[in-house]
Structure formats: structure tokens, C-alpha cells
């Protein structure tokens, strides 16, 4: 199973102002988004990214944290499961579905808690400062990634895939 994050941060690292308002990205991100997530098939969010999308991504599976019993009831379809397993059991229940990638799409508190299931970061580094906002992860574990490809885009912003 390849686990690959998907974010795009500002100079000082952050994802988003708040809970509802993420930093804004180009169209050149936006379809980079598009295509990694639908070639993953599956993304794995936290419940307040997507009330902050308004709704699950179409033609992907959406497995969404929350610990909110209600939600956690709900019957999973194909579309959307709500979780709040751990994330190497989450993984496990997806690879014996057959699931070869999946792309772990945020907030900070599901990137900080797959980070070191990650096996790539893909971030789109955008030519901002945000100052007290969201951050990546909130913890980390001292390790140092390769840079594996990096595109600059004429919108200023930079991807960079780190492994
Ligand atoms: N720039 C980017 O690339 C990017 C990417 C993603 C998101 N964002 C932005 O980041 C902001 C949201 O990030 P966030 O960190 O505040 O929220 P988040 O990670 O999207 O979601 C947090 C929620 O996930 C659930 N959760 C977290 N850990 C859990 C666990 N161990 N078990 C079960 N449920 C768990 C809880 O839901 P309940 O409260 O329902 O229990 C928690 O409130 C938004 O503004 C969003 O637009 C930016």
C-alpha cells in the first residue's frame, strides 16, 4: 500500500487560515490535485476538511475521521466511509479491499496522523506567508526526505514530491 499526502503550503508551512477557509491555490494545483486523487482512488480526510470541501470528492472513495457517533453509524458506501480506526487498520481494511494507493488529502490532524505511514509528500508550495494558521502536522518525527521531482508553475507556486 502507498500512502501519498497531498497539501499545499505556504512559506511558513501552514495549510489553511482556519477550520473553513484553506489557503487558495491555482488552477494548475487544483488539477494536480484532481489527477493524483483520482489515479489514488481512494482519499483519506478528516471530517472538517470536508465540510470545509461541502462535499465528498465524486468518483473517489472518501474515507472521512470524525468521532462523532452519528456519523460513525452511518452505513459505509462506496463513495464514503467514516472511520475512527487506526490509521495502520484503516490501511490494512483498504489494501484487503484490493486498494493499492490511497491519497491522504488533510487536514493537519490527518496528515500529523498518518505521517509516518507516508510514503510521499506531495506539496504544493505556494508564495505566502499565512502567520497563525493550520499547520501541516502538528508533530513530527525528525527525518530527512529526498526530493524525488519538482515542478515550478507560472502561477509562482512550486510542487515538490518528497519521498
Ligand atoms: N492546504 C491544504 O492542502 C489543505 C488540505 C486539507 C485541509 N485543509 C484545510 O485545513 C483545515 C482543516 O484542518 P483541521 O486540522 O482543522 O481538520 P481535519 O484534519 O480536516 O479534521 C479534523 C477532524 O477529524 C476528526 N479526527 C481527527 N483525528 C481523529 C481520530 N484519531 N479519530 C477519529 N476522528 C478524528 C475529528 O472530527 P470530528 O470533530 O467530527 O470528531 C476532527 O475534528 C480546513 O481549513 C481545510 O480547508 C487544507
Known amino acids: 500500500m502507498k500512502v501519498i499526502a497531498v497539501a499545499a503550503i505556504s512559506l511558513d508551512g501552514m495549510i489553511a487560515f482556519d477550520a473553513e477557509r484553506q489557503i487558495e491555490t491555482s488552477p494548475q494545483d487544483k488539477a494536480y490535485f484532481e489527477k493524483v486523487t483520482r489515479e489514488a482512488g481512494t482519499i483519506i480526510t478528516g471530517r472538517r476538511t470536508l465540510d470545509a470541501m461541502k462535499r465528498p470528492l465524486v468518483g473517489r472513495r472518501n474515507v472521512v475521521y470524525t468521532k462523532q457517533e452519528v456519523l460513525l453509524a452511518t452505513e459505509p458506501t462506496d463513495q464514503l466511509w467514516y472511520t475512527d480506526e487506526a490509521p495502520k487498520q484503516v490501511l490494512k481494511k483498504l489494501g484487503k479491499q484490493g486498494?493499492?494507493?490511497?491519497?491522504?488529502?488533510?487536514?493537519?490532524?490527518?496528515?500529523?496522523?498518518?505521517?509516518?505511514?507516508?510514503?510521499?509528500?506531495?506539496?504544493?508550495?505556494?508564495?505566502?506567508?499565512?502567520?497563525?494558521?493550520?499547520?501541516?502536522?502538528?508533530?513530527?518525527?525528525?527525518?530527512?526526505?529526498?526530493?524525488?521531482?519538482?515542478?515550478?508553475?507560472?502561477?509562482?507556486?512550486?510542487?515538490?514530491?518528497?519521498?
Request: aromatic content about 10%; overall charge negative.
Open 99 to 163: 486498494v493499492k494507493t490511497v491519497a491522504v488529502i488533510g487536514g493537519s490532524e490527518i496528515f500529523t496522523i498518518f505521517r509516518d505511514l507516508t510514503d510521499e509528500w506531495h506539496l504544493t508550495i505556494c508564495p505566502q506567508f499565512v502567520g497563525d494558521g493550520v499547520p501541516l502536522c502538528t508533530e513530527y518525527t525528525p527525518e530527512k526526505l529526498g526530493v524525488a521531482a519538482r515542478e515550478v508553475w507560472g502561477s509562482g507556486e512550486t510542487l515538490v514530491i518528497l519521498r
